[in-house]
């Protein structure tokens, strides 16, 4: 079994929606969660990471993150086109550093 | 800021070939990773490395090498490609006490 999994697998939202994707990992114990945005063609970048119970808030982005159910979300405010890509969810760090376990993915697509 | 090439882009191998892919960074980070991203499942790390010369085992190393002779750059050896073989290498670094992985564009493989 992943060691992270996200649902859904594919998320089409209208322009201007909230768009909201999950992720359950399997350590409590990983130093942090992080969220990976990849377009096609492209390696993943870097959006947000949370390493406390409860959440952060950076621009259109919200992620919530609780330890004791081992779940973590991310919300995209105001959703553009722009934004259609494959969402990553990455557990781990700390001594590990880049030794992440990822998930594989919801692809977002946001239609004008 | 700085950036990771990948070469090539697109690699075409024949089965039982020793395949050879490269990547640079300028961003003079002390750690590099290889990953394989296979479609509808999550990056898997393949070989990472902390410093010059150093090599560490990721999840997925069989059936493969890695190389760090500088410090800019990381190269992995598929040793013998699998018939019908379809995935994209990534490689990424880190690094400046960050713990924020950064990606080149990928190289796709396909073997025929």
């Known amino acids: 079994q992943e060691k992270v999994q996200q649902s859904p697998e594919s998320l089409i939202v209208p322009e201007g929606a909230m768009s909201s994707l999950n992720c359950t990992f399997s350590n409590s114990a990983s130093q942090s969660i992080w969220w990976y945005q990849q377009h096609p063609g492209k390696g993943p970048e870097a959006l947000i990471?949370?390493?406390?119970?409860g959440n952060k808030k950076e621009g259109r982005l919200t992620v919530y993150l609780n330890r004791a159910s081992l779940h973590v979300s991310l919300h995209i405010r105001d959703s553009q086109p722009s934004d259609s890509a494959v969402y990553l969810c990455?557990?781990?760090?700390?001594?590990?550093?880049?030794?992440?376990?990822f998930g594989a993915g919801t692809q977002l697509i946001v239609i004008p | 800021g700085g950036i990771i090439t990948q070469t090539p882009k697109f690699l075409i191998g024949q089965e039982g070939q020793k395949l050879t892919l490269k990547c640079q960074q300028n961003?003079?980070?002390?750690?590099m990773y290889w990953y394989r991203q296979d479609s509808g499942k999550g990056l898997r790390l393949i070989y990472y490395s902390i410093t010059e010369n150093d090599l560490q085992k990721g999840d997925l190393s069989e059936g493969y090498d890695a190389s760090r002779e500088k410090k800019s750059s990381f190269s992995l050896t598929v040793t013998s490609a699998q018939k019908n073989e379809m995935a994209v290498f990534l490689c990424?670094?880190?690094?400046?006490?960050?713990?924020?992985?950064?990606f080149g564009a990928g190289t796709r493989l396909s073997v025929l």
């Open positions: 990424a670094s880190t690094g400046g006490g960050q713990n924020t992985l950064y």
């Open positions: 961003f003079n980070h002390d750690t």
């Open positions: 990471s949370i390493f406390s119970n």
């Open positions: 990455a557990e781990g760090g700390g001594s590990a550093l880049g030794r992440l376990h």
